[in-house]
């Protein structure tokens, strides 16, 4: 009974998972070919496709910089709004902005996603932003997750098949050691 109980929460976690994982999924199949969506002033953000690969153009605001770890993966990451407007953000590596030539970068591109879209990945950080710098962020904000190319996912899809190895075995198991016993006369 224990066994049947941890074989099910198996299966019930590893799908869970899986749902987390689908909008990385569905960017690691998007196209290769980033969409130009202009200078950041100029956009239209009912227009904008989330969770896809584009690139943009602006200054990035420094007053409006926070720098942040991410929980899985090393380094520190620093996230800051493009001038002129309060809906895109960016998202780079901190050490990408050491050298004078990265720092006066006007061209990002990546995937863009809402920080609604991460969920608690970057919750803390649109609260800081929001509470200690000011910046008004919601959830329908964007974040370009800069120099993240379609291709840069295949963790997730990786990560996609393990959950479904896990769900295949786990049912296996389940309907070969508790189906019933057949009974034979004699």
């Known amino acids: 009974m224990v066994s049947g ?27 290769e070919t980033a969409v130009d969506l202009g ?30 770890q991410r929980v899985m993966g090393a380094g520190t990451y620093a996230i800051f709004p493009l001038a002129g407007q ?19 970068r006007r061209e ?10 991460l969920g608690g990945r970057l919750a803390g950080v649109r609260s800081y932003l929001r ?6 962020v919601t959830r329908d904000s964007y974040v370009l997750l800069a120099d993240e190319p379609p291709g840069s996912y295949g963790w997730a899809l990786v990560l996609a098949g393990l959950c479904l190895v896990f769900v295949a075995v786990n049912l296996g198991l389940i309907v070969r050691w508790f189906r019933p016993v057949q009974r034979t006369a004699g």
């Open 131 to 136: 509470e200690q710098v000011g910046v008004p």
């Open 86 to 104: 309060r809906t895109v953000f960016v998202s780079v590596p901190s050490e990408s902005l050491g050298d004078e030539a990265r720092i006066a």
């Open 108 to 117: 990002w591109s990546g995937r863009l996603v809402t920080f609604g879209q």
């Open 5 to 31: 109980s941890l074989m099910l929460a198996t299966i019930v976690a590893a799908l869970g998972l899986l749902g987390t994982l689908r909008t990385d999924l569905g960017y690691f199949f998007a196209s």
């Open 39 to 68: 200078e950041v002033t100029a956009l239209d953000v009912g227009t904008l496709a989330s969770n896809s690969f584009v690139r943009v153009r602006g200054t990035p605001m420094a007053s409006g910089t926070v720098h942040y």
